[in-house]
């Protein structure tokens, strides 16, 4: 092999393999990062492009992440979004695990179809997926009139409704992300129980234990590296999420990605943007970073 | 043992209705004669025929393919570098930093990525007078840029798992090394190179929030055309629309899932034959 490397490093291939995406990623990547990082502590002004280094406070102005915490418009925001994320990964477990599950217990060429029909949706647009639920959950959709007949049919008669006020709610939002990031959560799932040795059951089942013990004792501790990483690949960008809250989300109560686009364009503060994006990139590094540790531990041990 | 299968078949079949149903429901509703969306007013194809009519559709479809062809080429080639350079370049100088910008734009919430593309592209019109107008050429140099992390990941996986002693050996029995490149290294991750270019057009062309930050007055995608329609609410030729996307993507992915398992199923039948003509 080293042979291989040694004639791109004496050609100086090596230097145009490495340097051409480097280059690339840190001029179209790093460098609109570090902007926005120090448009963060910028000042706003009404010039065009509106915001300045000098002013009041020389150089440096904190009062974007000052209003961070001290309005309550952002707090409740980070609140709102922190809580849909974690609602909707606790329910893409819930789902998702037995499926997961089941998929591994299904026969070889069954499991490939079904495989497959778990990716099928995730190649489909994103934007229309969000949409074909816009359609169920309206007032006068079938699955809005089928679910209010059942709840009418729960409740006392004095709760009873016409149709369900299912849009624009945080309760759609959680809905429409569990639908669109199952997926994400299904296949790291499906990975690494994939990987556990049947026999392992079936002598905790020989042993004398009943099915629900196995699971509890041999399944699921197994796959806690796949539940985390599933978490995380669906929590992360439901934090982030600015399609599903526009569409079927309160207005009145916005995800933190909604706040950013709305400092950014509606109301022209590039330096509160920048803050609010930053503050939100700073909640993301702490569940990735926990995602590598896991990771690497779960390559230690194999 | 026996119990616990039938719980859980119950819980797939669940699933997948609740990840088929709302499809179903759509596809149904693009065939409704009724201009109301959610109300059933008997069958009809003249959504499909109006679509048809419609030159701001086929305008953003044309614009959509454009750019996720050109993005989609660029960021496989820069991708598949990015990706040989992590697996074979050893330890170069600035490779912590490299392997950081390549999973950074992975986990990066896509409307921070919008914003920092908007700003940067704004300020370099004021700084150096380009890009005095935004559109195709800002759409696609963002799409290359989160795209292109996707490819190398994949090649990257591939890179991991390649047996180096077909190399060596090549270059044992007198192969020159751009020839093992071209020979041996390409075709071998060329599955690999192939899906991450699948992958980064799939992106490109359903990519709603980084696109409308960086597109400008006259460049609408077909999602910037949807998610402009679809926010004043469900129409019924938004429905046929996705109908007929979602049938080229399904069709898409059985073309491609049949001609993957043929390819496999013959590397499979060559191995049994290499391993039997050799004894």
């Known amino acids: 092999m080293a042979r291989l490397k040694a004639w791109f490093d004496r050609s100086g291939w090596s230097d145009l393999i490495v340097g051409l995406p480097y280059l690339w990623l840190v001029l179209f990547f790093l460098l609109p990062f570090l902007i926005v990082v120090a448009m963060s502590v910028a000042t706003k002004t009404p010039t065009a492009p509106p915001f300045s280094f000098g002013g009041e406070h020389p150089w440096i102005n904190l009062g974007g992440y000052a209003r961070l915490f001290g309005d309550a418009l952002y707090v409740r925001a980070f609140l709102i979004s922190l809580m849909n994320a974690a609602t909707a990964t606790f329910f893409c477990l819930l789902i998702g695990y037995p499926m997961a599950l089941a998929l591994t217990r299904v026969s070889k060429s069954w499991r490939n179809i079904l495989l497959m029909l778990v990716i099928l949706p995730f190649w489909t647009s994103f934007l229309l997926r969000v949409y074909a639920w816009m359609g169920l959950m309206g007032k006068s959709s079938w699955f809005n009139a089928a679910l209010t007949d059942v709840w009418n049919w729960i409740v006392p008669i004095d709760w009873a409704v016409k149709s369900l006020p299912m849009m624009h709610s945080n309760f759609a939002v959680v809905l429409v992300m569990v639908y669109t ?46 539940i985390i990483a599933g978490g995380l690949l669906v929590f992360i960008p439901a934090a982030g999420e600015l399609v599903i809250p526009s569409l079927v989300g309160d207005a009145a109560a916005p995800m933190i990605g909604r706040v950013i686009s709305d400092e950014f364009s509606s109301a022209r503060d590039w330096p509160m943007a920048s803050a609010v994006a930053v503050a939100l990139l700073a909640l993301m590094v702490i569940p990735t970073m926990l995602y590598s540790h896991y990771q690497a531990r779960a390559e230690g041990t194999k | 043992m026996k119990r616990r299968p039938t719980f859980l078949l119950s819980m797939l079949a669940f699933g997948f209705a609740f990840f088929y149903v709302p499809i179903l429901s759509m596809i149904v509703y693009s065939f409704n004669a009724s201009r109301l969306a959610t109300v059933w007013g008997g069958f009809s194809t003249k959504w499909y025929a109006a679509l048809w009519s419609n030159t701001k559709v086929i305008e953003a479809l044309m614009l959509s393919l454009k750019i996720a062809l050109v993005s989609a080429t660029i960021a496989t080639i820069l991708g598949t570098l990015a990706g040989i350079a992590l697996v074979r370049m050893g330890k170069f100088r600035g490779r912590t930093l490299f392997s950081g910008l390549v999973t950074a734009p992975l986990i990066m919430p896509e409307v921070i990525t919008g914003v920092s593309s908007l700003i940067f592209f704004l300020l370099l019109a004021q700084w150096i007078g380009w890009p005095a107008q935004r559109g195709f050429t800002t759409i696609t140099l963002a799409h290359i840029t989160f795209s292109m992390v996707f490819v190398t990941t994949i090649v990257q996986a591939r890179l991991l798992q390649f047996d180096r002693a077909i190399e060596e050996a090549a270059m044992d029995l007198g192969s020159r090394p751009w020839q093992v490149l071209f020979d041996i290294t390409l075709p071998v991750i060329s599955p690999a ?72 199923a013959r590397r499979l039948a060559d191995e049994r034959l290499a391993y039997r003509t050799n004894g």
Request: no cysteine; charged share 15%.
């Open chain 2, 193 to 264: 190179i192939l899906s991450g270019w699948l992958l980064a057009f799939t992106i490109s062309l359903d990519d709603v929030v980084i696109t409308s930050f960086t597109t400008g007055p006259g460049s609408t995608t077909l999602p910037l055309l949807i998610w402009s329609k679809v926010k004043l609410g469900v129409t019924p030729d938004i429905n046929a629309l996705a109908t007929l996307m979602v049938l080229a993507v399904g069709l898409g992915v059985v073309v491609a899932g049949i001609i993957m398992n043929r390819t496999e």
């Open chain 1, 181 to 226: 990031y199952l997926p994400f959560m299904i296949l790291p799932l499906y990975a690494s129980l994939e990987r556990l040795d049947p026999t392992l059951d079936e002598a905790a089942l020989d042993l004398g234990s009943r099915p629900w013990q196995v699971f509890l004792d041999v399944t699921l501790p197994q796959s806690i590296p796949g």
